[in-house]
């Protein structure tokens, strides 16, 4: 296991439509969180998961985001109806559970038009 | 929400010590870290020091703890062109679950 993995590395879509971004976090990491970095700013942090379960949502989280984690390993993101202000790079990262280091994958950078 | 400030650039010569600032707000924060970040990439963890310690070394990386000013620093000695990058500043506020950023100081080394 080599790091958190995320797929794809990139995403053209059409405004209107549903995407989906997938994270692999490391191995054993109870933690999963999804941040979105737009150009120029931070990462802003978007929801948390503790193995399966959703604990924290931003209010950055508009009805058309939802994210699940359904064993407790990977996780998923869509998007429905996507908007040009949806456009950003979308990061996921993993921790351990006592352990608040946590490691970043390569993100998805999506590109609405 | 919490504030994360950092100054947006800085430029040094190769070889020389490059000190890169940010100052939070949360007093609660229970660790602070440093990630860098290069063009399209994702962030790197570089090192992260726990709110009751003031000092940790990591090889070329020092980390700087003032907790009465809620103020951090990054300082890498012997800078190489390869640490031009963008370096984040973040807190972990445990009761929220969640990193806060700041926007990131891009820093430039010249050879």
């Known amino acids: 296991d080599t790091g958190v993995s995320q797929d794809p590395r990139h995403k053209i879509t059409k405004r209107g439509q549903n995407v989906t971004f997938r994270c692999d976090p490391i191995?054993?990491?109870?933690?999963l969180y999804w941040y979105r970095q737009t150009l120029g700013q931070g990462p802003e942090f978007l929801t948390y998961f503790q193995n399966e379960a959703q604990l924290e949502k931003s209010r950055l989280l508009s009805d058309r985001f939802s994210a699940e984690r359904p064993k407790g390993s990977f996780s998923t993101l869509e998007i429905q109806r996507t908007e040009q202000g949806d456009s950003a790079m979308y990061l996921c990262a993993s921790s351990q559970q006592r352990n608040t280091e946590a490691f970043f994958g390569q993100g998805t950078r999506l590109t609405v038009v | 929400g919490e504030d994360v400030e950092q100054s947006l650039f800085l430029s040094v010569r190769e070889g020389d010590s490059s000190v890169i600032n940010c100052t939070y707000t949360d007093s609660s924060s229970t660790y602070l870290y440093w990630y860098k970040q290069e063009p399209g990439a994702g962030l790197q963890l570089l090192t992260y020091?726990?709110?009751?310690?003031d000092m940790k070394q990591d090889q070329r990386l020092t980390v700087l703890l003032n907790k009465k000013d809620k103020h951090l620093s990054l300082r890498i000695a012997d800078t190489q062109t390869g640490d031009s990058a963008i370096y984040f500043c973040a807190e972990y506020i445990g009761t929220g679950n969640q990193f806060y950023f700041g926007t990131g100081t891009s820093l430039t080394v010249i050879p």
């Open positions: 020091i726990f709110s009751n310690m």
């Open positions: 191995s054993e990491h109870n933690r």
